[in-house]
């Protein structure tokens, strides 16, 4: 029964997926539950796994970037919960010299 539970999570994680890729081909608002699906999706996968183009698959995935920043902005403007937990790499604190430094110091003394 389980099993079946799963397949049944797994088909509206994939349908969820394909209404956000519609979504962001036509550059329509996506909910942060199609984000939180869709926002790991490369490229790659798009193209192989939903027969989309480059440029479509392109305009998809930089749509959810922007989509991503725009979630965060309201719930920074709005005074959100911040349970938003969409993270990317522009939104994360820039690492300084004396932090990766004290990193690779942490990693040496922990191989030994």
């Known amino acids: ?15 969820i997926i394909n209404v956000a890729i519609v979504k962001s081909i036509a550059q329509s608002p996506l909910t942060l539950d199609e984000l939180k699906n ?5 490229i790659a996968t798009l193209i192989v796994e939903h027969e ?14 922007n989509e991503v920043y725009r979630h965060n902005a ?10 938003t937990d969409l993270v990317t790499e522009s939104t994360t ?3 300084t010299l004396r932090g990766i430094i004290q990193e690779e110091i942490d990693n040496i003394f922990k191989k030994r």
Do not use: T
């Not at 029964?1 to 349908?15: N, T």
């Not at 869709?38 to 490369?42: A, F, P, R």
């Not at 989309?52 to 970037?65: M, Q």
């Open 74 to 83: 309201q719930d920074v403007s709005y005074g959100g919960s911040g349970d």
């Open 38 to 42: 869709i926002e790991h999706v490369d």
């Open 52 to 65: 989309l183009s480059y440029p479509e698959a392109d305009r998809v995935v930089n749509w959810v970037k």
């Open 93 to 95: 604190r820039p690492r």
């Open 1 to 15: 029964m389980s099993r079946r539970l799963l397949s049944e999570q797994e088909e509206s994680s994939k349908e």
